[in-house]
C-alpha cells in the first residue's frame, strides 16, 4: 500500500507529542510570571511553607506525594486534587513546614467519624495520626508568643470517581427542532456554528446555533431532490449532501442548493476544502473527491477499505504533525464484508492504520467516533496526564445487534480497548447507531480565596472543560433517537491544579 509507513510515521509522532499534554487541566495556559510576597514580620513568625501526608501504603499508594494549597491570607491548607472516592482519612500523619521556629503547632479536631474530639502538639507529637472526617484546625502560636494564626485543613475525597464518564440523565435534551414528524436529523460543525437538517418526510429544515447548549434557530430549507440526511457534511465554506439517487449536492447557506453535477456511492466528510468519497464506474470502486484538486485522478480503491456505512471521517489538527489526519472507523468493503478497520487519510493517501491482532475493536456499521481525552497516572506521585484518546461507540455488528460498549484507543488508533465500568455506556441510555458526537467546551468556575502567590502560581477560577455532545442516532427499528446527550469525563470537572 502506498506511503502506509509516512502515514504510520506521522501517527505516531502525533502520539508521541499528545503525551506531553500539560497535567491536569483542561485547557492550555500562558508560562506565568510567579510574583514573590513579602510579609510582615508578624506574619512570617507563623508561616506555614509547606504540609504533606507521610506514606501510608495501606491508605494510598504516593500518598506522601499528594499536593496541598497553603492559603496563608485566609487560613486554608487543602488538597486541590481529591484523594479517590473511599479513601479512609480517619488516621493519617502529617508533616509541616515553617518559615521561622515556632513555640507550637496544635491540631485539633471535632466532629470526626472514627475518632473523639482530640487536641494533638505537632511540635512534641509528630508521629500522631488524626482523623479528617471532621473538622481540623491547625494553631500557630510564634516562638516569642506574640502571635497566633489558625489554619483550616481540609483532606478532600472525591465523591464520585474522576476517571469515569459520566452521561447524567438530568443534562438530555431534545434535538433542535424537533416534531413528531422528524424522520431524520444530522448535526455537523462549521467552524464557530452548528448546522443541522431535519426531514420529515417531505420538507427539510435547517438549525443553526453557536454553541449546542444556545438556542437553535429554524427554518425551512429549499432542498430540491430526496436528500440522504445521513451525509450532511460541512467543509469551511460550503455544505454538501448526496440525493437518494447519489446525485452530490452543495449549498452555501443550508437554504439554496446546487447540483454538483456528479453522482457518488457515499461521502465520507470534509478534509479542507473539499468532500472525499466513494464513485463507481464500471463495476469497479473509486476514490474521489469534490471539487477536485489540480492534477487529482481517482484512484482504485485498496482491498478492504469500506465504501459504506464508516463512521463519520473525523480530521484532527496538530501542530506537530505534518498535515491533518482523518479517520474512519468500520463499513462495509466492496464484498459486502463487514470490517473493523481503521483508516487513515493524509491529505493524498488511505492507509490501514490498527492493528488487528491487540485491538479489542469489533467489525462496525455506522458508529460514532470522536476525539476526546482520559488520563493516566504518572509512576510515583499522585499526579495526573490528560492523554488524547479516540472514542467509538455505537454502530451495528454483523450479528444486526446495536452495539453497547465503548471502545478506546490513545495510540492514534493503532491499538484499542474496550472501556471498563468506568467508561460505558450507562444501561438508561438506549443503544444505537448513526449518531454523531461533537466536543466543544463550556466555561466552569469555582468560588474561592485569593490563594497566597508563592504558594501557588496562579489562583483558577474558571477554565474551559470539553463535553461531549451526542445527537440523535437511530434504534433497532430504525427510528430517529430524539435525544441530545450531554457526557464529561469527570476529572476534566475538577479544579485545574497550576
Not at 27 to 46: A, H, P
Not at 338 to 366: C, E, F, M, R
Request: hydrophobic share 35%; glycine share 8%.
Amino acid at each position: 500500500m502506498t506511503n502506509k509507513t509516512l502515514l504510520y510515521g506521522v501517527l505516531m509522532v502525533m502520539s508521541a507529542f499528545m503525551l506531553l499534554t500539560t497535567l491536569n487541566s483542561c485547557k492550555d495556559k500562558k508560562e506565568e510570571v510567579e510574583t514573590v510576597e513579602t510579609y510582615s514580620s508578624s506574619k512570617q513568625t507563623t508561616l506555614v511553607t509547606a504540609f504533606s501526608l507521610q506514606a501510608d501504603a495501606d491508605v494510598l499508594p504516593s500518598l506522601d506525594s499528594v499536593y496541598f494549597t497553603v492559603d496563608v491570607n485566609n487560613g486554608l491548607i487543602y488538597n486541590a486534587d481529591s484523594l479517590p472516592v473511599g479513601t479512609d482519612i480517619s488516621s493519617l500523619k502529617v508533616r509541616v513546614n515553617f518559615l521561622n521556629t515556632v513555640s507550637s503547632a496544635v491540631f485539633s479536631t471535632t466532629g470526626a467519624k472514627q475518632h473523639n474530639d482530640t487536641t494533638v502538639n505537632y511540635s512534641t507529637s509528630m508521629t500522631t495520626a488524626l482523623d479528617f472526617t471532621g473538622k481540623t484546625l491547625l494553631t500557630v502560636t510564634s516562638s516569642d508568643q506574640t502571635q497566633v494564626k489558625t489554619y483550616e485543613v481540609k483532606v478532600l475525597v472525591h465523591n464520585e470517581n474522576p476517571d469515569s464518564l459520566k452521561w447524567n440523565m438530568s443534562w438530555r435534551r431534545d434535538l433542535p427542532g424537533l416534531t413528531d414528524k422528524t424522520q431524520a436529523f444530522k448535526v455537523v460543525r462549521q467552524g464557530d456554528a452548528y448546522r443541522a437538517m431535519a426531514y420529515d418526510g417531505t420538507a427539510c429544515y435547517l438549525m443553526t446555533a453557536d454553541h449546542p447548549t444556545a438556542a437553535w434557530t429554524n427554518q425551512q430549507a429549499n432542498v430540491p431532490f430526496e436528500p440522504q440526511i445521513a451525509t450532511l457534511t460541512a467543509t469551511s465554506d460550503a455544505l454538501y449532501m448526496l440525493a437518494d439517487d447519489g446525485g452530490l449536492w452543495t449549498s452555501a447557506d443550508g437554504q439554496q442548493w446546487t447540483a454538483c453535477g456528479v453522482k457518488w456511492h457515499s461521502l465520507f466528510g470534509a478534509y479542507d476544502n473539499r468532500v472525499l468519497g466513494i464513485i463507481t464506474e464500471g463495476g469497479a470502486y473509486f476514490h474521489d473527491e469534490y471539487p477536485r484538486s489540480d492534477g487529482f485522478v481517482p484512484s482504485v480503491v485498496e482491498g478492504g477499505f469500506p465504501v459504506a456505512h464508516s463512521s463519520d471521517m473525523i480530521v484532527t489538527d496538530n501542530k506537530w504533525a505534518v498535515s491533518q489526519q482523518a479517520i474512519i472507523v468500520g463499513g462495509y468493503d466492496v464484498n459486502g464484508r463487514l470490517l473493523s478497520d481503521v483508516w487513515g487519510y493524509d491529505g493524498s493517501t488511505w492507509g490501514k492504520i490498527n492493528n488487528a491482532h491487540s485491538g479489542a475493536l469489533p467489525a462496525l456499521a455506522d458508529a460514532t467516533l470522536m476525539p476526546y481525552y482520559t488520563y493516566r497516572s504518572l509512576p510515583g506521585i499522585r499526579r495526573y496526564a490528560r492523554q488524547s484518546t479516540w472514542y467509538v461507540m455505537g454502530g451495528k455488528l454483523a450479528d444486526g445487534t446495536l452495539n453497547g460498549k465503548i471502545y478506546l484507543s490513545n495510540t492514534q488508533g493503532i491499538t484499542w480497548a474496550v472501556g471498563d465500568s468506568t467508561i460505558s455506556q450507562p444501561s438508561y441510555m438506549p443503544k444505537f447507531y448513526g449518531a454523531q458526537a461533537l466536543v466543544d467546551s463550556e466555561l466552569l468556575s469555582v468560588g474561592g480565596p485569593n490563594h497566597m502567590p508563592g504558594r501557588v502560581k496562579a489562583l483558577v477560577t474558571s477554565w474551559d472543560c470539553p463535553y461531549i455532545y451526542l445527537f440523535g442516532g437511530y434504534n433497532s427499528e430504525d427510528e430517529l433517537l430524539p435525544w441530545m446527550w450531554c457526557g464529561v469525563y469527570n476529572r476534566l470537572t475538577n479544579t485545574p491544579i497550576y
